[in-house]
């Protein structure tokens, strides 16, 4: 057993296989996306027999078996009672422009944004364009990466409990003239079995104020709404489906969270608050805190143990420290295994001081 509460420099999949069956409570995750970024880590020997760097590969269905594999062992470990939410990002067929236009890309050869794409480190030189005649869809198109992963997983026996959208409000403006600008993510939300943890009650949102419910509620036939004129609410009655809950509403399934710069990631400041900022520093691509709150206080009882088997700056970690979960991170990547471990020392709270869920 991998110990609690630490970052462990590890592979993912050599990781997971030291976790017994069934000893975590819930995942919270972002896998790295599909040639996205190189993170400089070093490859993993599949159970195909290939060798490759997780979001690397040639062709985008040897990545989703590899993100599949994965998961196979994150449902052995996980309880019966747990959840699992996984942040995943799409990629349009034929925009491998920001790779290497012709192929492999030396330092010596490529120009422009490239070279300096190189210099940062988020351009793989090793990346080639995968053959078309294996792509699910026609150049132009949105990959359907996310759509693939999840039909894998109903595959394993996977429930698939909700397809949240995670809409950035300060995404990144776009010059593409023949669409609308990508401005949300998927974050699903899986369970291994039909009962689960779910503490609803702890994420609940308030109602909108009564007066206007007023106005736009009771202008319609079909909500009854209980209400006082005054506008006192009053506990719903028995049985009545539309009644407002006493205790706040289910907060829905589109999420509007801003992301951060991993700079403020870093220096601690604000909580999921953007500034402008698409995924974080041009290298690195953080999840904001406020992405990790609903599923952690929702899908994670207080004092189980959350696994992040892709923990980057230790976001998740953070923010389990601070709602008195403990956690495992899983992280390749030396310099962010460091990362992370200096953000927890200095950002999260110690034990007696955990905030409430
Ligand atoms: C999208 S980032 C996660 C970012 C994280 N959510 C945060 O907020 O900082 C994915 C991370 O997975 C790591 N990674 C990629 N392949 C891995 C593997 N096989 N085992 C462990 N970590 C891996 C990368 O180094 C990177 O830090």
Redesign the pocket.
Known sequence: MLAINKIHR??????LKQLPDESIDCVM?????WSM?D???KP?KWSDGSKS???LEHEIRDYVNHLLS?FEQVKRVLKKSGTVWV?LGDVYAGSWGNYAPNGVVSNRRATGKHKKWLRQGIVNPQFRPPSSRKQLVRNKSLSLIPEQFVLGMAQQGWILRNRIVWHKPNHMPSSVKDRFTNSWEHLFLFSKSKKYYFDLDSVREPHLSLKKNMINLTSSPKIRVSHHPTGKRLPPKPGDPQAFHPKGKNPGDCWDISTRSFKS?MKGKGNGQGDGNET?DAH?????EQLCERPIKAGCPRGGIIL?????????AVVAKKLGRSFIG????PE?VKM?RQRLRHRAPSRGQSAAA
């Open positions: 590890i592979n993912a999949l050599e990781g995750t972002s896998p790295p996306y970024r993170y400089g880590i993993t760097v997780l979001g994965i942040n990631v974080g690195f691509a953080v999840y904001p992040d088997p892709f923990m980057g700056s230790g976001t998740t899983l992280e390749l990547n962010y992370a």
